[in-house]
């Protein structure tokens, strides 16, 4: 008997786990991204909002109503929408990422937020619920996928909406794995597989794939290389074999892309919220 959709997605993030003797050999941690790129990346959507996870988002806002937003990072999924939003709670692992969104929203005289430090759904009851939830980026990172998705569904009394690069987002990384260190890196899971669980826990989801506008998260070739240095456990005295590595994948050090999002390819996921008091908005299309 083949795996459930659940215990696949599991496996699959299991085997990304990254070989002992490779992250005992260097002092950085391959998992940590510079705070500036999110920084970079909340500052340019806010500025000029677009794509279908803002548009259903908004849309699910009117009238205006309040937000959360889980993984919030600096605020790429949150603050494009605070002309709509009452009020505003963000979630987020790292409490420097939660400072850089509520300096933000401060600074563009943004509703009241509350700043909730922890993972979900460890913190889903502190909280609280709200008429829209986002979640940006955040599910490759989740191995029980199906009580964060249960949790995210509770939390909302009009729309959730998920936004995730098609693949894996590291797996952009993958050739550049087996040149440094000869290992074969998985592929999956990707969005189809998340939307294959949503659909079995009864959800119904809605679903729209596009391409993100490129833009520049980092501030010069020599942030993007110490990234993927970081990212692919290589000591700092090998950067200039990193940078010739990315020369060689056809990487345009002049105008850097965050390599380990895996490319431009999105995919917005909506469906019904179940918090108690749930109404829908006038004109909002459900899945």
Request: net charge negative; aromatic share 6%; proline share 9%.
């Amino acid at each position: 008997m083949s795996a459930l959709p659940a215990d696949q997605w599991r496996a699959e993030l299991a085997a990304w786990a990254i070989p002992g003797h490779i992250t005992a050999a260097v002092a950085d941690s391959p998992w940590v991204l510079s705070r500036q790129v999110f920084a970079r990346r909340a500052d340019r959507v806010a500025a000029s909002p677009s794509g279908p996870s803002f548009e259903r988002a908004a849309a699910a806002l009117d009238p205006p109503g309040s937000v959360l937003d889980v993984g919030s990072g600096a605020g790429a999924a949150s603050l494009p929408l605070l002309r709509r939003c009452t009020a505003l709670t963000a979630v987020d692992a790292e409490a420097d990422m939660l400072e850089l969104l509520s300096q933000r929203v401060a600074g563009r005289g943004g509703p009241p937020v509350t700043l909730v430090p922890g993972r979900w759904p460890d913190v889903a009851a502190a909280a609280g619920t709200a008429d829209v939830v986002t979640c940006h980026h955040v599910v490759y990172n989740v191995p029980d996928i199906e009580p964060f998705l249960a949790a995210l569904t509770a939390a909302a009394r009009r729309l959730v909406v998920v936004e995730l690069t098609e693949r894996h987002p590291l797996v952009s990384l993958n050739p550049l794995w087996l040149r440094f260190h000869g290992l074969v890196r998985p592929d999956g899971p990707t969005a189809g597989d998340l939307l294959t669980i949503l659909a079995e826990m009864g959800l119904q989801p809605g679903h729209q794939r596009w391409v993100r506008p490129s833009g520049r998260d980092y501030g010069s070739p020599d942030e993007l290389v110490d990234v993927t240095r970081r990212r692919l456990c290589l000591p700092p005295e090998r950067s200039a074999e990193v940078a010739d590595a990315l020369a060689d994948l056809g990487v345009d050090l002049d105008h850097p892309p965050d390599l380990g999002s895996s490319g431009r390819e999105l995919v917005t996921i909506w469906w019904h919220g179940r918090a108690a008091g749930r109404a829908a908005a006038p004109g909002l299309a459900f899945p």
